[in-house]
């Protein structure tokens, strides 16, 4: 039995920066691709926002353990036995001790 069955593709874009003549640049986007165990939010559970807001979320997303970053609003490409291929946006992300999570 896999412990981690199915997969994600998180793509990151950083943030745009001003040149010194006052234009734009767009930040550069990174993708980052990922095994992960994705359960379905049967209870239909919800968490709290930054500003306390109950946000909903469709899948609770378990990953090894990992340092990197996975900022709110990053969007997704979730690849799942069960479910089959789902894309959106990332609501929230947890790196704890022993494993990291992607609430979708």
């Keep these: 039995m ?3 069955p199915d997969s994600i593709v998180v ?4 943030a745009s920066t001003q ?3 006052g ?10 691709t ?11 559970r919800k968490i709290a926002g930054k500003d306390g807001v109950l946000i909903d979320y469709v ?4 990953l090894p353990r990992m340092t990197t970053v996975i ?9 799942t036995f069960a479910s089959g291929i789902i894309s959106g946006t990332v609501k929230q992300s947890s790196n704890g001790q022993l494993n ?5």
Aim: hydrophobic content about 35%.
């Design 19 to 21: 040149n010194n003549d």
């Design 71 to 79: 900022p709110i609003d990053s969007e997704y490409v979730l690849t």
């Design 34 to 44: 990922l095994k992960c165990r994705a359960e379905v939010n049967s209870a239909a």
């Design 59 to 62: 899948f609770n997303c378990y």
């Design 11 to 14: 793509t990151v874009h950083a």
């Design 100 to 104: 990291s999570r992607l609430w979708l």
């Design 23 to 32: 234009s734009w640049t767009a930040g550069a986007s990174t993708n980052y």
């Design 2 to 4: 896999d412990q981690y």
